[in-house]
């Protein structure tokens, strides 16, 4: 089974810009579908990007749509998420998950994933 961590959380100013990288390890990284997902204080999880085997991105939130992106490196086992022009509904905590399907869920399943890091706080705020 695939292992995943998450690193790079932090404080950052509204308007700034922060990236989060997961790391992966046990098992065949590259055959693996990877999403980011996150947690406001008091709301469900949801998914924000995946990328799949093949690079293909999916975006699940209306809102990060042209200042969020995700980027795999098949060589280092990193998935990172580059969050750009963040703002206090950014806030949350935020995690990385695999799975070992091609595609990526087309809406945002908590389900369809099986390995999960810890998360990372980010915390946008003046």
């Known amino acids: 089974q695939l292992h995943v961590a998450e690193s790079g959380g932090g404080l950052v100013l509204p308007g700034g810009s922060l990236t989060l990288s997961c790391q992966a390890s046990g098992s065949i990284y590259n055959l693996y579908t990877v999403a980011w997902f996150r947690q406001a204080p008091g709301k469900d999880r949801e998914g924000v990007l995946c990328?799949?085997?093949?690079?293909?991105?999916?975006n699940y939130i209306d809102s990060v749509k042209g200042r969020f992106d995700v980027f795999r490196d098949n060589a280092k086992a990193t998935v990172d998420l580059e969050m750009n022009r963040m703002n206090t509904e950014d806030t949350g905590i935020y995690y990385c998950a695999a799975a070992a399907g091609r595609y990526c869920p087309r809406r945002s399943s908590v389900s369809a994933f099986d390995s999960w890091g810890q998360g990372t706080q980010v915390t946008v705020a003046s």
């Open positions: 990328i799949d085997r093949y690079s293909d991105v999916v």
